[in-house]
């Protein structure tokens, strides 16, 4: 018997629940309403279009109040050019300047222990 009261509690509650919920989104219908029929009055009297609305809404743009996420910080020497500090020995058209990924002949030169070897001396 203590079954049958409890989910009969419980569907009460939920009906309320429901009931409840639904007397929410009325109020904030016509709360809507009213604010939208006033924003329209206003618009109307400045001889507003709804384009001009929505551009300034930030159509497209990020809203007034939040930034745009920040980029990495890059180096003082990102992005600019720097003098090669490695050629090959086999082949002297091929350089390296010793940043970003090594070439395979700078990998060779370095697992036999000779990279020091592919040194270009500073002018």
């Known amino acids: 018997m203590a079954r049958n ?10 009906k309320q629940r429901d009931l409840i919920a639904k007397k929410e989104q009325a109020l904030l219908s016509r ?3 009213k604010v939208l029929t006033k924003i329209v ?18 159509a497209g ?20 050019k720097v003098a090669p500090k490695y050629r ?17 002949w700078v990998q060779e030169l370095k697992t036999a222990g000779k990279l020091e070897s592919a040194l270009i001396a500073a002018a």
């Open 31 to 33: 709360s809507h309403d």
């Open 5 to 14: 009261t409890v989910a009969t509690q419980l569907a009460a509650l939920r």
């Open 41 to 58: 009055q206003m618009a109307k009297e400045a001889g507003l279009t709804a384009s001009d609305i929505s551009k300034a809404l930030g």
């Open 61 to 80: 743009k990020a809203a007034k109040g939040t930034k745009a996420p920040k980029a990495a910080k890059k180096g003082t020497l990102a992005g600019k």
């Open 88 to 104: 090959n020995p086999a082949n002297a058209e091929q350089t390296w300047t010793g940043r970003g990924v090594s070439p395979t």
